[in-house]
């Protein structure tokens, strides 16, 4: 069936590093992917979205490129803030959507 | 606009009783999903409603969990008898379509001892 894997966490950088979140998966078909973000006592909250092959999302300053040969959905940012500091789950949807496990960002000051 | 409305936000219980929680989605949604997040799991999806029709309730770990959605505007996740395995967040979520973007609860914290 369908699967999302993301890196373990938690990952922690300094402000400024840069910051990339790997994200692969498993479909039989052409999903929909996206990241979401969970602030400390909050929700999910959708950061980003790709619909098809090679199609870029990007919010806040993340990005994500779906590539579809290597059937991943990395998310990057440039340069990290405290702000950014949340729990980061990848997730697809072709006939529900699944989540991935999430990762833990920490971002040290 | 208000988003997605759960209750209560915590609950405290005793193995055995009943535990009853609550959801209102955002008005005009027409998809509804319950979801437990704990540390072991992570995120996982329980059931979902299209236009108060149960879609899918694979997810739902066993009959001691029930969920019911009698109009478009209230949903609720029953477990009865509760156990402390079930302690976990439980968050609601609604969406437009299926594809649509999800929004969710603050979530409901269940604690049963």
């Known amino acids: 069936g369908d699967s999302v894997t993301q890196m373990e966490g938690p990952v922690t950088l300094s402000e400024e590093a840069f910051l990339t979140i790997n994200c692969t998966y498993t479909?039989?078909?052409?999903?929909?992917l996206f990241w979401y973000v969970q602030y400390p006592g909050e929700g999910l909250q959708l950061l980003l979205k790709?619909?098809?092959?090679?199609d870029k999302g990007s919010n806040k300053g993340f990005e994500a490129t779906y590539r579809k040969e290597t059937t991943s959905f990395h998310l990057e940012k440039g340069s990290v803030q405290v702000s950014d500091s949340a729990v980061y789950f990848c997730?697809?949807?072709?006939?529900?959507?699944?989540f991935g496990k999430g990762t833990r960002l920490h971002i040290l000051p | 606009d208000a988003g997605v409305i759960q209750s209560p936000r915590h609950e405290v219980t005793e193995m055995g009783q009943e535990v009853t929680l609550r959801c209102k989605p955002i008005?005009?949604?027409?998809?509804l999903f319950w979801y437990r997040q704990t540390m072991m799991r992570g995120l996982e999806l329980l059931i979902y409603?299209?236009?108060?029709?149960?879609?899918?309730d694979s997810g739902m770990p066993e009959d001691r969990f029930s969920a019911k959605m009698p109009n478009a505007s209230f949903s609720t996740l029953k477990i009865q008898p509760s156990e402390p395995r079930d302690s976990a967040v439980y968050f609601c979520?609604?969406?437009?379509?299926?594809?649509?973007?999800?929004?969710f609860g603050e979530g409901s914290r269940l604690t049963v001892l």
């Open positions: 479909a039989t078909g052409y999903p929909s």
């Open positions: 409603f299209n236009n108060n029709v149960p879609i899918d």
């Open positions: 790709a619909t098809k092959a090679d």
């Open positions: 979520a609604s969406s437009q379509g299926l594809g649509g973007e999800l929004f």
């Open positions: 008005s005009g949604h027409d998809y």
């Open positions: 997730a697809l949807l072709e006939d529900k959507i699944i």
